[in-house]
């Protein structure tokens, strides 16, 4: 089973919907396999960023979903020394600590199963422009 690399642009702090990425990923995976139906692991090996499944279908969920994170995870907390990267550095990896570095996705006939308000999301903790590497391993089932 080989691994694939998913390249993501990220412009900020923000959660990225990336539903439609991961299942164009999925697709060109799926072109090389003869089953299609199994399980799509995605790893993030990024510390100051975070996956995530939750509510896309309407974008005040996401909004605060991301204002809860920084309410848990405040730039101005006084015990903070890690600002090597800037004022962001230490609190991106605290919400990072907050999600997943991985999701692992049910694939029926070549569709990803989630739920009918569901969407998955990249999100990014740090200010600056990044580009995030995703690896994803498709597992067939065995017939």
Same mark, same amino acid.
């Given at each position: ?8 642009? /990220? !412009?900020? +702090?923000? $959660?990225?919907s990336?539903? #439609? ?5 999925? &697709?060109?995976?799926? =072109?090389?396999?003869s ?8 790893? =993030? ?8 499944? /939750? +509510? /896309? $279908? ?8 991301? =204002?809860f994170?920084? &309410?848990?995870? @405040?730039?101005n ?5 890690? !600002?090597? +990267?800037?004022?962001?550095?230490? @609190? /991106? &990896?605290?919400? #990072?600590?907050?999600?997943? @570095? !991985?999701?692992?996705?049910?694939? +029926? ?6 739920? %009918?308000? %569901?969407?998955? $999301?990249?999100?990014? $903790?740090?200010?600056?422009? %990044? %580009? ?8 067939p089932?065995?017939?």
């Open positions: 089973m080989a691994s694939y690399l998913c390249k993501i642009h /990220s !412009t900020g +702090e923000k $959660f990225y990336i539903t #439609n990425v991961i299942k164009d990923e999925l &697709h060109s995976i799926l =072109n090389t396999q089953i299609k139906s199994g399980i799509l692991h995605i790893f =993030n090996p990024h510390t100051s960023c975070g996956l995530l499944i /939750s +509510e /896309s $279908f309407d974008p005040s969920a996401v909004q605060d979903l991301e =204002n994170i920084k &309410h848990l995870a @405040p730039r907390l006084p015990f903070i020394c890690h !600002t090597s +990267e800037g004022v962001d550095d230490s @609190p /991106s &990896h605290m919400k #990072n600590l907050l999600l997943s @570095p !991985t999701l692992t996705l049910i694939i +029926e006939d070549g569709t990803i199963l989630l739920g %009918q308000w %569901q969407g998955i $999301f990249l999100c990014e $903790f740090r200010d600056d422009k %990044q %580009q995030r590497s995703l690896h994803l391993k498709y597992q089932d065995i017939l």
